[in-house]
Each structure stands twice: as C-alpha cells, then as structure tokens.
C-alpha cells in the first residue's frame, strides 16, 4: 500500500501535523510532496481563473500522481495534510482494492456543494460504509482523502498540464475521459481536522495581526468543520435507482 500526503512546508502545523498522524497511522512508508502555488506560475493555464493556492494543489496532486506512476503502483491513497485517518485504513483499503477497476477513483472523504444523491444499486458494503456511486458528477466534491487508480492519475495528469482545473473537480475529469469511474464511501471514513484556511495562513503579510490569536480561534475552527460535515450530512441523500455512471467504459 501506498500513502502520499499533500502538504506545504511553508504551512508548517498542517505539515508538522500530517508527519506525526501518518506516523501513528499509517506507520512506515508514507510521502509527503507539496508545490507552493505561489510560486509556480508557468504551470498553469492561463484562462483556468485559479487561485495561487488552487494552482499549488492541483500541481501536488499531478506531482503524486507522477510519484505514484514512476513506482509502477498499481493504486495509491492520497491525502490531504487535514485529514483525520482512522485507525482500521489498512483494512478498509485492503476492502476497496479488491473492487477497483481500471481508471477508478473511490473518495473517502466527499463534501459537496450542494444536495447530492447517490445510488444504493449495486453499493458495495465495506463493513459500516457503503461505496456508491454518484447521480450527477457534480455530487463529488473533495480532494480530501481518495484511492486512484495508475490509469486514472495517467489520465489526469494528460487532462490537467498545463493547469486548467481545481485538483477535485471530479466532473472536469470524467468529462475529460481522464477517469473511468468515481464512486464514494459513505458515511465518510476520514474526518478532516480543523486547521485556520490557508489563504487565511498566519505566514501571509496582510493577515499576521489578525491570526496573531490564531490559536484563539481553534475554536472557531473546529466549529466551522462541524458546520460543514453536518451541512454535507444533510446534503448527501441516496436513492434506489441505477447511477447513469453504474456502466462506464474502462480505459
């Protein structure tokens, strides 16, 4: 099994944080790489409308994939440096890899924008957690925490050089025929930890009086995340009709 983490020095508690988790974890063997958007302005299109710290994301995810391709793996976990793993990931992953194809991708955290409904035909049941597969693409929205296949992270990294796309913009993709499949685990297995956003980082000049109490507002943002996972609760629904998805061509 393979583990590559996303994380930015420069963001040094989101990257203190996931060392130790994946330690304690994961164990031995993980990776963490990470591009600083801010810095990397050749390798973006230029009408993609991305933010700097967008454009560092999606070109660490490429950089994981490359990572994951050049060791000739098979499938690999990425994750975010917020992410919260649980303590049976191995076992739930041993679950997942026997049920992936070709050009596949399986979120283990999903947080949509808006109401999204998911299909329980043909879910596979993964002890507590269901993998189902989405009614509408636009239903996946998170880069969190997600298994990806060799074919998939070759089929990305074609369709997103130069940038063009946010790293979890699952529907640019499929469009793309740059995945083959996408299917979620529910409830989500991996929780995110609350961190202050990255644009709001306490390094940046315009913002150092303000996070100056940073750690005041833990607080505050651990109630936002709480906010927003009984928010994506509430959106997530699952119905008992085939996903137009359920019978997409491998590459």
Known sequence: MCCIAISVPRLRERHAYITRHLHTIWGPGFEILGIDGTVAGRDVAPESGLSPSQVGCALSHLAAYESM????????????????????????????????????VVLLHNRPQHRAAFSTVDAVAIGDYRLCLP????????????????????????????????ADDWAFFYQRQAISRARVMSPNPVALKAFE???????SKGSRGLMAGSRLLQPLWAASRRFLSARMISQTTFVDEASPYGTMSPH
């Not at 739930?92 to 070709?102: D, K, P, S, Y």
């Not at 636009?138 to 946010?166: F, M």
């Not at 956003?197 to 390094?203: L, V």
């Open 135 to 166: 009614m509408s693409m636009g239903g996946l929205g998170a880069n969190a925490a997600y298994v990806i296949t060799r074919q998939a992270a070759e089929g990305i990294l074609a369709a997103n050089r130069p940038v063009v796309a946010a």
């Open 69 to 104: 391709i050049a060791r000739k793996l098979p499938w690999a976990l990425i994750v975010a440096d917020d992410a919260v793993l649980p303590p049976d990931i191995h076992d739930i992953l041993v679950r997942v890899e026997a049920t992936l194809r070709r050009g596949d």
């Open 197 to 203: 956003a990255p644009i709001f980082s306490s390094g």
